[in-house]
């Protein structure tokens, strides 16, 4: 008889391990899908944000390239000046 109340002692320690491991494991569960959800608004922000970059930095190289037909055009107009000034003084 003491043999049937240990093992139904042992049974009742089981199962009550077995329900706080299944609790663990849902909680666990919950945790690892909220964790998958934020890496992946996480990766959408990274993929955004290389896009932003990716257009600001093609957007510098433009107004830089525009910058540099402008300021060439700036000096040719000085230098043609200069030129002129050079011109008139030979004169």
């Known amino acids: 008889m003491q043999e049937l109340t240990l093992l139904?002692?042992?049974l009742d320690k089981l199962l009550k391990?077995?329900?706080?491991?299944?609790?663990?494991?849902?909680?666990?569960q919950q945790a690892l899908h909220q964790q998958r959800d934020?890496?992946?608004q996480l990766n959408k922000k990274v993929?955004?944000?290389e896009e932003q970059l990716t257009t600001a930095?093609?957007?510098d190289a433009i107004a830089s390239k525009g910058d540099k037909n402008a300021m060439?055009?700036?000096l040719n107009s000085l230098i043609g000046d200069i030129d002129k000034l050079?011109?008139?003084l030979n004169d």
Do not use: G
């Not at 391990?17 to 494991?25: C, I």
């Open 8 to 10: 139904h002692s042992k």
């Open 17 to 28: 391990k077995y329900a706080a491991l299944q609790a663990e494991k849902e909680s666990l």
């Open 38 to 40: 934020e890496l992946q």
């Open 47 to 49: 993929i955004t944000l």
């Open 57 to 59: 930095q093609t957007a």
């Open 72 to 74: 060439r055009k700036q």
């Open 86 to 88: 050079l011109a008139s």
